[in-house]
């Protein structure tokens, strides 16, 4: 009877704690790197690297260092480079550095300087370098009114959206 209540409890704490975001408080700075299977959001300051599975930096989050992650959500600054399959910077973004990506949507107004390069799918999305041949030969935005998405393997965006 005892082993099956504290079972239970076992689990179902096991399963909060997984659901539960990590976080990074407006009022924390922290240099280091961090690693993890599960979701992180900052909301502070981080100097180092971030490598999880979803990562949400907020408007008053700042992030320098290199990030990886399956789905990257930036509404605030982050100056370093993304590799993710999924990327979404919205309109109070800050972005410099490369971003490698499967999925890429810009809002308006977001700012980001840098390359972006689709994901090979030959490679399974594994690499941080993309030919040197397609730097520069794709889609090129200067207007901070549209959003762009890229969409084709071939598309590289390198560009300074917003201002």
């Known amino acids: 009877m005892f082993s099956k209540d504290s079972k239970t409890r076992g689990d179902h704490r096991s399963k909060c704690s997984a659901s539960v975001p990590s976080i990074v408080a407006g009022d924390l700075s922290v240099t280091g790197n961090f690693v993890g299977t ?29 990030v990886r992650a399956e789905t990257v959500r930036l509404h605030g600054q982050l100056m370093g480079q993304i590799h993710a399959r999924n990327v979404f910077l919205a309109s109070t973004s800050r972005m410099v550095g490369d971003v490698t990506h499967e999925s890429l949507a810009i ?11 689709r994901m090979s799918s030959d490679c399974g999305g594994a690499s941080l370098d993309a030919p040197d041949k397609l730097r520069g030969a794709g889609l090129r935005l200067t207007d901070s009114s549209r959003s762009a998405t890229v969409s084709k393997e071939e598309d590289v965006l390198d560009t300074v959206v917003g201002a």
Do not use: K, W
């Open 107 to 117: 809002e308006p107004g977001a700012f980001l300087e840098g390359h972006c390069r």
């Open 38 to 66: 599960g979701e992180m959001q900052v909301d502070g300051a981080v100097e180092g690297d971030i490598d999880c599975q979803t990562l949400t930096i907020g408007v008053s989050g700042t992030v320098s260092g290199h």
